[in-house]
């Protein structure tokens, strides 16, 4: 009898002594709030008018992170649109331009535009202003820039309206060269031939060069 009452006096101290140690551990735990007040959380709460720059990227990051939808191809900038598929079957290696049409569809191109004349930079935004005004008019549409007294640089979204626009330029009077993916076409205002034929940028100089060292190579076997 007297063991069993040690043995229930024993059970109830340890019962206590556990109670006690978990009140103690539950008090040392710190208050929770219902909601987190982080410096990154905060601006959760803020009134959209005071949102600052930082706050509209990490709502901008959040979108992006929980929007799950494709963009339209429509919706893409030049540069991220896929490009479209070749047909091979189609294609005429008679004729390289309009290959050369056909691998530029869709993609942005850049055409770099010399105007003949000397002109000051003033004259060359009228001229320039006056081409692009006549190629809306036939719905080819582009971004016009001059970078020089004489240098136009035209930013096209559609590679393959590149072509029809330097065949509009190579016809007139003060327009001296189109330059397209590093190959030069001459245009009326350039003094030369205008066969629409292209040639590599700083060939003609080479050429120039190399008539240049056969003439002292033949000076020097003279002497």
Same mark, same amino acid.
């Not at 007297?2 to 009140?23: D, F, G, P, Q």
């Not at 959380?41 to 959209?48: F, I, L, M």
């Not at 008018?49 to 979108?63: H, P």
């Not at 535009?113 to 000397?118: H, K, Y």
């Given at each position: 009898?007297?063991?069993?009452?040690? +043995?229930?006096?024993?059970?109830?101290?340890?019962?206590?002594c556990? @109670?006690?140690a978990?009140?103690a551990?539950?008090a040392e735990?710190?208050?929770?709030?219902?909601?987190?007040?982080?410096?990154?959380?905060?601006?959760?709460?803020?009134?959209? +008018?005071?949102?600052?720059d930082?706050?509209? %990227?990490r709502?901008?990051?959040q979108?992006?992170e929980?929007?799950d939808?494709?963009?339209?191809?429509d919706?893409?900038?030049?540069?991220d649109?896929?490009?479209?598929k070749?047909?091979?079957?189609?294609?005429d *290696?008679k004729?390289?331009?309009? *290959?050369?049409k056909?691998t530029?569809?869709?993609?942005?191109? *850049?055409v770099?535009?010399?105007?003949?004349?000397?002109?000051?930079? @003033?004259e060359?935004?009228?001229?320039?202003? +006056?081409?692009?005004? &006549?190629?809306?008019?036939?719905?080819?549409?582009?971004? +016009?820039?001059?970078?020089?007294?004489?240098r136009l640089?035209?930013?096209?979204?559609?590679?393959?309206?590149?072509f029809?626009?330097?065949?509009?330029?190579? &016809?007139?009077?003060?327009?001296e060269s189109?330059?397209?993916? &590093?190959?030069?076409?001459?245009?009326?205002?350039?003094?030369k031939?205008?066969?629409?034929?292209p040639?590599?940028?700083?060939?003609? @100089?080479? %050429?120039?060069?190399?008539?240049?060292?056969?003439?002292?190579k033949?000076?020097? @076997?003279?002497?």
């Amino acid at each position: 009898m007297n063991n069993l009452v040690v +043995r229930l006096m024993l059970s109830l101290v340890l019962y206590l002594c556990i @109670e006690t140690a978990l009140s103690a551990g539950e008090a040392e735990k710190p208050e929770t709030k219902e909601d987190d007040d982080s410096p990154a959380e905060k601006w959760k709460k803020k009134d959209v +008018r005071d949102y600052t720059d930082a706050d509209v %990227e990490r709502l901008y990051q959040q979108w992006e992170e929980n929007d799950d939808d494709e963009l339209d191809p429509d919706d893409l900038s030049p540069y991220d649109k896929p490009k479209p598929k070749i047909d091979l079957s189609k294609l005429d *290696m008679k004729d390289p331009e309009g *290959m050369m049409k056909m691998t530029k569809k869709g993609q942005p191109i *850049m055409v770099f535009i010399s105007v003949s004349g000397n002109p000051t930079q @003033e004259e060359t935004e009228k001229i320039s202003s +006056r081409w692009q005004d &006549q190629l809306f008019n036939a719905n080819i549409n582009f971004k +016009r820039y001059v970078v020089g007294p004489n240098r136009l640089l035209f930013h096209v979204d559609d590679g393959s309206w590149a072509f029809d626009i330097k065949n509009f330029l190579i &016809q007139q009077e003060r327009c001296e060269s189109v330059t397209i993916d &590093q190959q030069i076409y001459y245009g009326k205002g350039s003094g030369k031939k205008v066969d629409n034929h292209p040639h590599i940028v700083g060939e003609e @100089e080479a %050429e120039k060069n190399k008539n240049k060292e056969k003439k002292k190579k033949a000076k020097k @076997e003279e002497l």
